[in-house]
């Protein structure tokens, strides 16, 4: 997923070890998608058709990057597998859970050998191994270096993977992950409430299936163009429930798309000034209900 793979040894080099901490703009980036993602997650979680309990953390995997060895050392770890990312307010950080704790067991399980160099085989997997497992148990434990055992109890969230794509430039989601890409990141500045309207737009996708909607054969114009309409009106709903201000989607929609992000050029999104209308027309609305229930309250596309 993170195309720098081939860079980022050299990168990874001037950075300081600093065990337990983000150490690099690539952590503290991890972090922040997690942590508004996680908001967005939790706080929608009784609207979403396909809600799991979650924990609000991501795994990292020293073999993803050119030179592992290299980023052990960066990183101040024993071991290949650790702790990438937690999001601020989630149970993985009421837990204790930090960055760059070094795993050995997911849920009683080794993390078993090293893949290929460059791989992302064995981190999703293991990811998988612990979304599942809180999904069922509603709680997940993770066995640390040293041997000491952290058990995570799950709370509510749509059931979605949140991550930071350094392959990709623009954000997208499946019915179960919603990324966003390193450079649609770098352009927002760092706005909390911009990037927290980019990922409600992909979460919609994601609440409302839309990869089913679009399945082979069904990816018109008029299509795609009703999906992300969909998308953009109940992203501020989604924006809303979590405590964001739904009019910084108007100002990520006025802000990025000139610059051919986020969307595909042409009449499949929608001109930007008719993007924005819609969504002022749908913040409106939303505020005329006595609730954010968008489950019961939105109005779908016909």
């Not at 990183?75 to 597998?81: A, I, K, N, T």
């Not at 460059?118 to 709680?139: N, T």
């Not at 089913?212 to 501020?236: C, F, I, M, N, Y």
């Not at 986020?262 to 209900?289: C, D, F, N, W, Y």
Request: charge should be neutral; glycine fraction near 8%; proline fraction near 6%.
């Amino acid at each position: 997923m993170r195309a720098r793979l081939a860079s980022l040894g050299a990168a990874l080099a001037l950075a300081q070890p600093a065990a337990a901490q983000p150490v690099d703009d690539l952590q503290q980036d991890d972090a922040q998608v997690q942590t508004i993602g996680w908001r967005l997650s939790h706080a929608n979680a009784p609207y979403c058709a396909r809600s799991a309990p979650g924990i609000g953390l991501l795994l990292g995997d020293v073999q993803t990057f050119a030179d592992p060895a290299v980023a052990r050392a960066v990183y101040g770890l024993s071991g290949d597998v650790a702790v990438a990312a937690v999001a601020a307010g989630s149970p993985a950080e009421a837990a204790g859970l930090a960055a760059n704790a070094v795993v050995v067991a997911v849920d009683g399980a080794p993390v078993g050998p090293a893949p290929r160099r460059g791989s992302w085989d064995r981190v999703w997997a293991l990811q998988s191994r612990l979304e599942q497992a809180a999904a069922q148990g509603g709680k997940v434990s993770l066995t640390l270096e040293g041997g000491r055992v952290v058990t995570i109890t799950a709370a509510p969230s749509c059931g979605v993977r949140f991550f930071l794509d350094d392959a990709k430039n623009n954000a997208g989601a499946t019915r179960s992950e919603v990324r966003i890409g390193r450079e649609a990141l770098d352009q927002l500045g760092g706005d909390e409430a911009m990037i927290a309207a980019v990922l409600a737009h992909e979460l919609a996708h994601a609440a409302l299936d839309h990869e089913t909607l679009l399945g082979p054969g069904k990816r018109s114009t008029d299509a795609v163009r009703r999906t992300e309409r969909e998308a953009d009106r109940l992203s501020v709903w989604i924006m809303a429930n979590a405590g964001y201000p739904p009019e910084a989607a108007l100002r990520m929609i006025r802000l990025i798309y000139p610059r051919g992000l986020l969307v595909i050029p042409g009449a499949s999104h929608g001109k930007a000034s008719t993007r924005a209308r819609e969504m002022a027309a749908e913040i409106a609305v939303m505020r005329a209900q006595p609730d954010t229930n968008w489950a019961l309250r939105f109005r779908r596309e016909p």
